[in-house]
């Protein structure tokens, strides 16, 4: 019943390896986030899509690929992980664009 | 000049109080309005939407929105020691059209 969820919860990596966190949402959500939250806590965007489309990419680097097969899905790919990515990833899903969002449990990712 | 500032705090007040959170927005143009918490080591959780000037009460919690000063606030009235967690606000549209913008949060803390 969980409404927005993602999975791994936690993923431990080493330098130089390529990750994928998946997201879906039940909600019926036309728009689906990503955002990452550094040891600070501060919550960052970096993807915003509706209706499968990209409509933000927040000068995210490359090695970070989204992908959204559908309206209930957006994905996070991530090539030759750094040490800078370890923080907490966060999917979220909104009914439209500039509406409340939902955010699912996190991924912790470390990469050591 | 941060597009959307908080307090960091930490806030202490003791149970029963009123807890006063506030915030403040960069972009005339923003829409929407919204305040999260955020127990450690969990994920956001939306407490409040606002998407108009004045008051807006939902239980022990009130949310005031002041376009004309670019001010947002929340009022925990009776504050409980559950109620400790850090307090995200949240804008959208304008700038931040397609995407939500956080504030840093504040810490607030509830002590018997």
């Known amino acids: 019943d969980t409404a927005v969820s993602q999975t791994p919860k936690y993923l431990v990596t080493q330098m130089g390896n390529d990750k994928s966190i998946k997201c879906e949402q039940n909600?019926?959500?036309?728009?689906m986030y990503w955002y990452k939250q550094d040891s600070k806590k501060f919550l960052k965007i970096m993807f915003s899509y509706n209706n499968k489309e990209l409509i933000i990419n927040e000068t995210v680097p490359n090695r970070f690929s989204p992908k959204s097969p559908d309206k209930a899905h957006l994905n996070l790919h991530i090539n030759s992980l750094e040490l800078g990515d370890s923080a907490v990833y966060f999917c979220a899903s909104s009914g439209s664009l500039n509406t409340e969002a939902f955010f699912g449990q996190g991924t912790r990712l470390t990469v050591v | 000049q941060k597009e959307v500032e908080q307090n960091s705090g930490p806030l202490s007040v003791p149970e029963g109080a009123i807890a006063s959170l506030n915030c403040t927005y960069s972009?005339?143009?923003?829409?929407?309005f919204f305040w999260y918490r955020q127990y450690s080591g969990k994920s956001p959780e939306l407490i409040m939407s606002?998407?108009?000037?004045g008051d807006k009460e939902d239980g022990r919690f009130t949310a005031q929105l002041n376009k004309a000063s670019q001010y947002v606030s929340l009022l925990i009235r009776d504050s409980q020691p559950s109620d400790s967690a850090t307090y995200l606000c949240a804008v959208a549209g304008g700038t931040s059209y397609g995407k939500l913008t956080f504030g840093q949060g504040t810490i607030l803390t509830v002590h018997p």
């Open positions: 606002i998407y108009s000037n």
């Open positions: 909600l019926g959500h036309d728009t």
């Open positions: 972009d005339r143009g923003s829409q929407s």
